[in-house]
């Protein structure tokens, strides 16, 4: 079995049914799979050969999920980029992945043509759109010339399927290689942790080059033939609007788009009658938000809340709907085809109810990180996932999620490593020292806050550095706020004591630690 053929066993039975939705057009499983295999045959023509990466800059959009299942069924390795990253962070993925054929929307064209002279392996352009790229082969035109059987190639569970990076406490992504094996295994944990049924309706908000997006909010419905609505830019009034038109049965999302959800002015009006399941992920979603959403989609029996990392493809726990109220805080046991375990710093079990790492191990967990060998010996040490999540198991091995190991920042669903943003920061001439750290935010869960030492006789305000780290990084990992202090706390070995920082700016605030 392969990944590729979900999409075939689908079509063969249900036809006829609506597989995707994107913006005004509505594609059946014969027809979405008649252009994954036209797209197939295309990247077969050019040359593309087992194992060999193909990168995409796109949009949520039909051609995203084409050019997946596509690139699957011809036994290349999927390889999306964060379209919110920077030039410079697109260029470094490109040339790090080896991708030889790149497929870009064409709203990416001004910034493709700003790395293009730097770009090591690619070879192929493909721009997906109506207007033509220089120097970019037509996503359409090539679709047109190519027949839409399906391609004759033979692929197992262990051959590589996906290269999807992950930031990295080092400030360079990884690129966590996960197998064919790897996703049908979590398919079938999340369809058990879910508790999915055939055909439902699922709005797919969530940008599918994260894997929660991609290997649960979209294949599973693939799987269960159910409708996929790609969202491309996520807006609350239009979100709604869509719920009630097309009768949507399952919504899942970050705890920030459920709270910009609730924000809505007269959400309430709103027909939801048709919404039976949410799922959350990323950060702990609040009971109080809960409750608001069992009030807004009445025949949802709960919440799910889903925990894991992009290196199991990505799921860990689920915490079933039925026991969002009574078990607080909590992500759920552990998915049935995978084994958990709290460890303490020499990786030896932990009692119940004590904190440590949690670590894992299974058939979801990847295969290892790319050109990545020492990392990748750090991260599966004796077998086993090592998460850097900090957690307790209690007496019926639920899991709580504590605090992160690596100080990860998760703002809107997004990982934010600060360690990244530090570096960005040093570089600047008049900051002497500089530490990031995530503070609560209403809306986002977290927000990226810098703690700012400057050089002898230097002066900034807070806008200068908030527009020095928008000019390198990535949009969305700017500093929300910044402070200039004296000097930062460390221990006695030097560290800089972000736990300190974090205590402090709480206490400021009058919140709890």
């Not at 293009?116 to 970019?136: D, M």
């Amino acid at each position: 079995m392969d990944v590729g053929q979900i999409l075939t066993l689908t079509t063969h039975k249900y036809p006829n049914r609506i597989a995707i939705l994107f913006e005004e057009k509505r594609f059946t499983y014969q027809e979405f799979n008649g252009r994954v295999n036209q797209c197939a045959h295309s990247l077969l023509k050019m040359g593309l050969r087992k194992g060999e990466k193909v990168a995409v800059l796109l949009f949520n959009s039909n051609h995203f999920v084409e050019a997946y299942f596509a690139t699957a069924k011809v036994g290349g390795v999927f390889t999306p980029i964060n379209f919110r990253f920077a030039p410079e962070e697109v260029r470094y993925i490109l040339n790090n992945s080896d991708a030889r054929f790149f497929i870009f929307g064409e709203e990416f064209s001004g910034l493709v043509e700003v790395i293009r002279s730097r770009l090591q392996k690619v070879e192929t352009f493909i721009s997906a759109g109506n207007k033509k790229v220089k120097g970019s082969l037509n996503y359409e035109t090539i679709l047109k010339k190519s027949k839409k059987e399906d391609p004759a190639i033979n692929l197992s569970e262990r051959d590589e399927c996906q290269l999807m990076y992950t930031s990295g406490t080092t400030g360079r992504p990884k690129g966590a290689l996960i197998t064919h094996g790897n996703i049908l295994w979590n398919l079938i944990n999340t369809i058990v942790g879910r508790e999915d049924q055939e055909g439902e309706i699922s709005l797919v908000i969530g940008p599918l080059y994260h894997t929660a997006a991609l290997n649960n909010h979209f294949t599973v419905p693939v799987a269960l033939a159910g409708t996929s609505i790609l969202i491309k830019r996520f807006e609350p009034r239009s979100v709604m609007e869509t719920i009630e038109k097309e009768k949507v049965n399952v919504i899942s999302g970050a705890p920030a788009m459920y709270h910009l959800l609730l924000a809505l002015p007269n959400v309430e009006r709103y027909d939801t009658r048709s919404v039976i399941k949410c799922t959350t992920g990323a950060s702990i979603l609040p009971d109080e938000t809960k409750e608001r959403l069992l009030t807004l989609f009445p025949n949802a029996k709960g919440v799910y809340d889903v925990y894991g990392c992009t290196e199991a493809s990505p799921n860990i726990t689920i915490l079933k709907a039925n026991d969002s109220f009574r078990k607080r805080e909590c992500v759920g046991p552990p998915l049935p085809f995978l084994e958990v375990r709290i460890v303490d710093d020499k990786d030896r079990d932990a009692p119940r109810g004590e904190v440590g790492e949690l670590i894992c191990r299974g058939p979801n967990v990847m295969k290892g990180y790319y050109k990545n060998k020492q990392t990748t010996r750090e991260a599966l040490k004796g077998g086993w996932l090592h998460t850097g999540d900090l957690a307790r198991m209690d007496d019926e091995g639920f899991i709580y999620i504590v605090d992160r190991k690596k100080d990860i920042i998760v703002s809107g669903g997004e990982n934010i490593y600060p360690r990244e943003i530090e570096e960005v920061l040093y570089h600047h001439p008049k900051i002497q020292e500089a530490a990031v750290i995530g503070v609560p935010d209403q809306v986002w869960g977290e927000s990226v806050k810098a703690m700012v030492v400057l050089k002898k006789g230097e002066t900034m305000k807070e806008e200068e550095v908030i527009e020095y780290c928008k000019n390198h990084l990535a949009s969305y990992k700017k500093p929300k706020s910044v402070e200039f202090v004296e000097d930062l706390p460390r221990n006695p070995s030097g560290k800089i004591l972000k736990t300190v920082l974090k205590e402090k700016y709480l206490n400021q605030r009058g919140e709890k630690t």
